[in-house]
């Protein structure tokens, strides 16, 4: 495993640590308003300063990464589930039932993704539970394809054949060297890339406002929009947000690089 | 009555083409029984038929394949439709009778470690054994188990493959090709290895275009052309060119031929 990759997993398994155990501890610094403190830098008793209403910045940091981590694992948790077992079954097996799924996957991968879920929050509220959910579904048309044309492309594979012929079942054959050898890394590639994509998509919505985690409770997204314009863009109650939502995706981009496909020869 | 395997009447069709027509064969444990021809005519296609593998369009295939075992009789239905026939072959398949592939190292799944292959073989034969064992057994070091097929030698995967064979246990064996493409030192080895099999029960089937080969190995020699079976004759026959088919006659006129350094 190359160094980067080994950063990238680091990064990300941090992130998502600080962000599902945060609520635990932070929430009465980042939540606590005091006006006698407000728009302070960076000292012992606050690491990255407050903000203008003297809230502490690390302790919002901080409890900002559980606005994605717990829901972006769900909304991976989700694509998963529906897409792998579905794509697999129809690649292998083959007929019209494969050729209309394909078709299905093609067709919904069209629709603009971002656009599906503003639809689908204006009619089912907005929480974070239904972010995930719809932003798992909304990514099922990409991984299923992707599966569906690797499985597609290998079940003719002699060893496929020998499989077959050593008595291995449908099922076993199609689990262990189809889904698990061969589209292990692709699939773990595609969670990464929803993780991210979750990652900008709250980042996005709660930025804009309306929509996604609202203030008091912090996310990356907003904690930039609520101090800008408010202080100098390198100050860390606005540098911070910034740069920990670069290092997270850039990590999810290190950390795809642990499940490169495997080079032989 | 002894187990044996028989095959009768196998015909399999593309459209309006006959790829194999009017095949009769039988197999009994502990021998090894050749089956020789030209590219094209048909030998493979006799040996994915037996185990079910010939999936052209339904109905392509017939013929009936009956296959006894210490008194029970296997008889998967070749004619029928896909879902009928995938059921009744995936009893026989492997358990009843293995398969030995041609090319060795497109067979072995390029992703998993070969151990794990042997493996997972073994477990669905219901056997305790663990990969070593069975690798040890087809003349492989225990080491071979952590390498992936792209680490290993034409002949050495090819050994992976008897392994698996060996883990399945089957009674009866389809070796199609085993050792084409491999140079001539590491295929006598391997053959013989086959001959071990043979001799500890294993009905084989040994498709190949090796003539040279034949004796020594295999027991008596079946000869297809055009999709049918044309001649059935010994080893010792084959050797001495008394055989009576011309597609015979061709094989052994292209055998020295090749023997002599004149291609072609």
């Not at chain 1, 503003?118 to 909304?138: E, N």
């Not at chain 2, 004619?79 to 030995?100: C, E, M, N, P, Q």
């Not at chain 2, 246990?169 to 590491?186: R, V």
Request: with cysteine.
């Amino acid at each position: 495993m190359t160094y980067t990759a080994r950063v990238g997993i680091a990064v990300l398994v941090a992130v998502v640590a600080v962000g599902l155990t945060s609520p635990l501890g932070a929430w009465q610094a980042a939540l606590e308003v005091s006006p006698d403190i407000a728009g302070q830098g960076p000292s012992p008793a606050h690491w990255l300063g407050t903000d203008h209403l003297g809230r502490d910045v690390f302790a919002r940091l901080q409890l900002a990464a559980g606005a994605f981590a717990g829901p972006g694992l769900l909304a991976c948790a989700v694509a998963l589930v529906l897409a792998v077992p579905l794509a697999a079954v129809t690649a292998y097996r083959g007929g019209v039932v494969g050729s209309a799924t394909r078709f299905g996957f093609t067709s919904l991968a069209a629709i603009p993704r971002f656009v599906l879920v503003l639809l689908v929050l204006s009619i089912y509220g907005d929480s974070s539970v239904t972010l995930a959910l719809v932003a798992g579904v909304s990514y099922v048309p990409m991984l299923g394809e992707a599966v569906f044309e690797r499985i597609e492309r290998l079940r003719g594979e002699e060893y496929v054949l020998a499989s077959q012929a050593h008595g291995l079942s449908g099922a076993r054959i199609l689990w262990v060297h189809l889904v698990w050898a061969a589209c292990g890394r692709l699939i773990g590639r595609h969670l990464l890339a929803l993780f991210g994509f979750y990652l900008v998509l709250e980042t996005t919505l709660s930025y804009i406002g309306g929509f996604g985690v609202q203030e008091p409770t912090p996310s990356w997204g907003n904690m930039l929009v609520f101090e800008w314009g408010r202080r100098s863009v390198f100050d860390p109650a606005l540098l911070a947000p910034g740069l920990a939502l670069w290092l997270t995706l850039a990590a999810t981009g290190w950390a795809a690089e642990a499940l490169g496909e495997v080079e032989h020869g | 009555m002894a187990d044996s395997l028989q095959l009768s009447a196998l015909k399999i069709e593309a459209g309006s083409q006959t790829l194999v027509t009017g095949v009769d064969l039988q197999l009994a444990r502990g021998e090894i029984c050749a089956l020789v021809g030209p590219s094209g005519s048909g030998k493979s296609l006799t040996a994915r038929a037996m185990l079910g593998l010939v999936e052209i369009a339904p109905g392509v295939t017939r013929g009936t394949l009956e296959v006894m075992i210490d008194g029970t009789i296997h008889s998967p239905e070749m004619t029928g439709d896909s879902r009928a026939r995938r059921k009744a072959f995936a009893k026989v398949r492997g358990a009843v009778i293995g398969y030995l592939p041609q090319d060795a190292m497109s067979a072995l799944d390029p992703l998993r470690t070969v151990g794990r292959q042997v493996a997972l073989t073994a477990r669905r034969a219901g056997r305790d054994q663990g990969p070593t064992h069975w690798l040890n057994l087809a003349g492989l070091q225990p080491s071979v188990a952590n390498r992936y097929p792209h680490e290993l030698s034409g002949g050495m995967a090819q050994r992976v493959t008897i392994a698996q064979a060996l883990a399945r246990g089957s009674h009866f064996l389809l070796a199609d090709e085993p050792t084409t493409g491999l140079d001539p030192a590491i295929r006598r080895p391997l053959l013989d290895e086959l001959r071990r099999v043979a001799d500890e029960g294993v009905g084989v089937l040994w498709i190949t275009h090796d003539l040279r080969a034949i004796t020594g190995i295999a027991n008596r020699v079946l000869v297809m052309s055009e999709g049918q079976i044309v001649e059935s004759t010994t080893p010792d026959q084959l050797a001495g060119g008394e055989v009576e088919s011309s597609a015979a006659r061709r094989l052994i006129e292209a055998t020295r031929r090749i023997a002599a350094g004149r291609l072609g």
